[in-house]
């Protein structure tokens, strides 16, 4: 493994977590009417993205890369079909809006879990990846537990 390859699938997830932080910012106000009571947790999970952006730039610029602090062209496109499909959606915004998150979240698991079976993390790497997973996991078992209590109302 070079830096050039970590660098290089280190950005990708920072593009990811810079996709989570624009979705998370397209969600505020549509949820929090019908469920206010879920609003500091995704308040933590915001800040929790953007210390996760820290670190994945951290360690780009540690390897002498330069991080690709955008989004990517899949999550522009996702988020394009979420503005569609909410423009038709049958039923609630709140609940289409719920759906595509948790969506979004479980892409970012597996993509971060990719990322790690892939072999191309250092250690440092691989540790601090490790830890945003964890996080992420944590962040997309939230929102499922939200899922599954909106079902049983």
Known sequence: MNNQQIVSLLNDLL????DRIEGFSKVEGKVWEMYPDIKDEYDRMISQSKIMKNELINLITEKNGNPDDSTSIAGAFHRIWIDVKNSFTIGTVEDSTLENVIFGEKAAVEAYQKALQSGNLDQKSAKTVSDQLHHLK????EFKKIEEYKKNE
């Open 138 to 141: 944590e962040s997309y078992q």
């Open 15 to 18: 593009q990811i977590t810079n």
